[in-house]
């Protein structure tokens, strides 16, 4: 929740800064800019809920190598489609989704190099995201707290440097702002790969770990998160619609800049602090994360059988002694938790994984 919040006051700044600077074509130009960026970026990033669930099943089980595996799937999975794709597609279309906000010549001018930086340099921003998801699913959410701290931080400063110009550095307006924002989430996604790679985190990376794509993997990635990208898509389009109506208007510049300020920053600042995990969760027994045990649950269920014996669900996978009767079981709240293993069953709960 924390992380979101302060994600939020990040683009508060960037519409002060550029408001107090250029003006509220400005702030129209950043508005519909990261609506239409939004649009694009959601399916991409639907890939990280698949990637979510599968890491908090994992971790649920405690297979730390199918973890690490879908993570770095999940990796070169976001490189191709934000290098190979979002960047010279989102480059080229840029002119043309301006259009479809109906966005004014002025506010175009200023929302061009804004859009295009924003979509050629993504990649650094869905590092961030998609390493964010990672932990926070395999049950460490400090870390990309502080990893998000220190990006809104470096975007501020950058911003100051950038926006207004300092020194030998020209003001650069609202292009200015992009690149801040380009160069402290790429800053931050290259201090999440070297923490990969070093050890340091719950999620490991291997310098001998193949760039080939595991197929299979990715497959359940997609499975997992196209519904999620679905979904966010349609809720996106009633924004750009929106904003499409709202540039019809006579005074279509001043009316995107209200929009922008008072929608897009205020009310999605307000909503973020309701993202987060139930504290009652937190509190819950077992020694893995709650948001483990609940995607272990979703992923569990469409491999066996659910039966319900004395108020209680338990759940069989057939042939798999870690999941025999009384050895794994949900209670009333969703939990799962680990009853008296079958005899020669292991001693922890597992699943198995579903590429095996």
């Excluded at 991409?44 to 770095?72: K, Q």
């Excluded at 923490?195 to 490991?204: A, D, E, N, P």
Aim: aromatic share 8%; hydrophobic share 50%.
């Amino acid at each position: 929740m924390l992380q979101n919040v302060v994600g939020g006051l990040q683009g508060i700044v960037d519409h002060a800064m550029v408001g107090h600077y250029v003006g509220l074509t400005a702030n129209a130009a950043i508005g519909v800019s990261l609506q239409v960026f939004i649009l694009v970026i959601v399916f991409i990033a639907s890939v990280f809920s698949g990637m979510g669930v599968l890491v908090a099943r994992f971790t649920g089980a405690g297979d730390a190598e199918n973890v690490n595996r879908t993570v770095y799937q999940a990796f070169l999975t976001a490189i191709f489609m934000g290098v190979g794709i979002l960047a010279p597609v989102g480059y080229l279309l840029a002119p043309w989704l301006l259009d479809l906000v109906n966005a004014a010549p002025e506010v175009q001018r200023e929302a061009l190099p804004y859009l295009r930086i924003m979509f050629v340099f993504s990649i650094g921003m869905l590092t961030f995201f998609m390493m964010s998801g990672a932990l926070r699913a395999a049950g460490d959410a400090r870390t990309p707290l502080r990893l998000g701290v220190l990006m809104t931080i470096a975007n501020i400063v950058l911003n100051v440097i950038l926006i207004g110009g300092l020194g030998p550095v020209p003001a650069l307006g609202t292009a200015g702002a992009a690149m801040g924002t380009a160069i402290a989430s790429g800053l931050t996604g290259v201090a999440f790969l070297w923490l990969l790679f070093s050890g340091r985190l719950v999620i490991r990376f291997d310098r001998h770990m193949s760039f080939r794509p595991d197929w299979p993997v990715i497959r359940e990635l997609f499975r997992f998160g196209l519904p999620t990208g679905v979904q966010g898509i349609a809720m996106n389009v009633a924004g750009v619609m929106l904003l499409r109506f709202i540039g019809s208007l006579e005074h279509s510049a001043e009316a995107q800049a209200a929009y922008a300020v008072g929608y897009t920053e205020l009310f999605s600042l307000i909503t973020w602090t309701s993202v987060g995990p139930d504290e009652r969760d937190r509190r819950g027994g077992g020694p893995e994360p709650a948001w483990s045990r609940t995607a272990a649950q979703v992923g569990l269920r469409g491999r066996g059988d659910w039966r319900r014996r004395g108020g209680r669900r338990r759940h069989r996978v057939p042939g798999h002694p870690a999941t025999a009767p009384g050895h794994l079981r949900a209670d009333r709240g969703g939990r799962l938790r680990a009853g008296p293993p079958a005899a020669g069953g292991p001693a922890s709960p597992a699943c198995s994984s579903p590429w095996r």
